[in-house]
Structure formats: C-alpha cells, structure tokens
C-alpha cells in the first residue's frame, strides 16, 4: 500500500518562504511522476506543479511560475516544494501525491492515486 506524507507547512508572512516536504513508501519512488496540488476553502483541488520520475522535466501551474520550485531527492524518496513570494492567496492545504502509473507525467489529479493528509499553509497579509 502506498502511502504519502506531506510536512512543513505552517504560518507566514507575504513575501516570505516556505519549504514543504513529501515522503512516499510502498512504491518504487524512482519511477513516479509525483505532484503538489493544494485546496483552499470553498474551492475545488488545483494542480500546483509536479516532477517526473528522475527529476528530469518540471511542471508547474501558471500562478506559481517563478516563485515555486519543485525537487526530488530519489535516494531518500523525498519531493519538495519551495515557496517563494507567498501571497495571502496561496492559503491552503497543500496536498503530495503520487502518480498511479510508472513513468508518465501528470497534472491531472485523477492521474494521481496515492495522496498525502495534506498540510495546512497561511499566508498572512
């Protein structure tokens, strides 16, 4: 069973950064694209960026272009999303998760089939 776990999130200021990081076990994590999607009160789940297998190709929504960064270390099956700029509208629960097929790269949720609890990430004006 595949499991993922998201950590980092919390409380910050505008302008400032914030680094979160996803764990995933049960998978070879080498082999899957994996994505950072985020879900703000009273609206739908969005795609905020993902990375494929090796780390090779990035993909990132519109309104993060510039300021998120995505990585991966495959050795230790981490996935990060380094936050710049953050803007009171990037308040939300940031979710990891992992693409259900090896080798494909993926923005649409329903490609993804293992999803972290999320955490929580305020921005405050």
């Known amino acids: 069973q595949v499991q993922v776990q998201e950590s980092g999130g919390g409380l910050v200021q505008a302008g400032g950064s914030l680094k979160l990081s996803c764990t995933a076990s049960?998978?070879?994590?080498?082999?899957?694209?994996m994505g950072w999607f985020r879900q703000a009160p009273g609206k739908e789940r969005e795609f905020v960026g993902s990375?494929?297998?090796?780390?090779?190709?990035?993909d990132y929504a519109d309104f993060v272009k510039g300021r998120f960064i995505i990585s991966r270390d495959n050795s230790d099956d981490m996935v990060y999303l380094q936050m710049n700029n953050l803007k009171p509208e990037d308040t939300a629960v940031y979710y990891c998760?992992?693409?259900?097929?090896?080798?494909?790269?993926?923005?649409?949720?329903?490609?993804?089939?293992?999803w972290g609890q999320g955490t929580q990430v305020i921005v405050s004006s």
């Open positions: 998760a992992s693409a259900k097929l090896m080798f494909v790269s993926e923005s649409n949720p329903a490609a993804f089939g293992a």
């Open positions: 049960g998978l070879t994590f080498r082999l899957y694209t």
């Open positions: 990375i494929t297998w090796n780390g090779g190709s990035t």
